[in-house]
Every structure is written in C-alpha cells, then in structure tokens.
C-alpha cells in the first residue's frame, strides 16, 4: 500500500512538472499568433512585414475603393485631385479594413541624393510642409520632426508628423530615408487608431529587406 502511495506521488509530480514545461511554452505559442504578420513584395524591389488584415492596392483599386465608399463631396474632391497628381507615379498603398476604412500606408521611391542630419532636419520638414499647403490650402503646423534610426541600412532617415493640409482630423505621419541614391518617402494617413498607425509605420520600415 505503501509502495503505491510513494507511485501515485510519483506521477503526480511527474505531471506537475509536465505542465509547468508546457505552460510557458504555450502561453509564449499563443503569444506569438497574437501578432501575426504578413510579408509583402513591393514593387520597389524590397520585402517588409505587417500585421495581418493589409492588404495592397495599386492607385486605381484604391481609388475606386475610397470613391466606391465615402459619399462627403469634398473628399471625393480632394481623392480625385490625388488621383491626377499621382497618375504618373508609381505608388503602393496598403489598408488595413479590418481596423479602419481609411487609415492607409502609402510608398513612393524619387531618384535623389542629398544629405539630411539633426542640423537640416528641422529645416527640411518645414520645407515639405510649405509644399504641402501650397497645394492642400490647409495652415498646419508641425507637431514632429526628427531623426529616425530605422531603418539601420540607410545613408539617413527622418521622421515628421502633423495634421494634413489637405482634409481636417487627419494626421500626416511620414519616414523619409535614403539609400543608394533613392528617396523612400512612407506615409501614414490616419483618421483614428493613429498610435496603432504610427506603430505599423515603424514596423513596415524596420523590417524593409532589399531583394
């Protein structure tokens, strides 16, 4: 009887430390697919990650989808003067509808090379914002500017975000960096959630891979 007590004890332990094995294993396994990300291709020759719900959409998709969605005249206004200026350009834009249908990330790649430092970089994010109000008729003031450490291959990066020129409560958050001779502007425009918003921006460029 008492050999079996000593058993019975045995493989209790032996299943309690089973379990305490297997509990910090799964709690870091559910942990992980509770951030979930997507790879993406751009067709600017690199790779980058993003929660999953994005999705990408050249100008036209995306066009036809704000229209097809927002009846207010003035957005519609200022989409398709979007639309033509952009026309020309190739450009990636990504939604995320699951979290809100209008906060996008947008990619453009320029050919440029200039050198922008904590000296200049106060200076440029006021010359971008001049452009900006020149065409989107908006007074805004700057609500940051900086430098940016990511992403940690590029000759320089930069960071800026105020309210947009273009549209009311709609913010501008924006990494420009360079490398090897290319201007990589990535622009965030977020209506609400724009913490989560600035948070896949960061994450888009810190995880950008060149093919």
Sequence with gaps: MLNLTFKAMALIEKRILKFC???P????FLLNNACLS??????FNFK?????GYEIFNKNNLYDVYNHSNKDPLVKAQIN???KRLENQKIELLYNFS???FNNINILVFDEDYKINEKKVLKQCKKILKIERKIGKRKVELKECRMHDQPLFANWSMYRENESSFMENVYTQQVIFLFQKKEYVITSACWQKCKETKDDLFNLVKSINFN
């Design 99 to 101: 979290s809100h249908p």
């Design 21 to 23: 094995y297997i509990t």
């Design 38 to 43: 997507e790879e993406f291709e751009s067709q």
């Design 25 to 28: 294993v799964l709690i870091l």
């Design 81 to 83: 003067l979007a639309k």
């Design 48 to 52: 980058f990650n993003l929660p999953e």
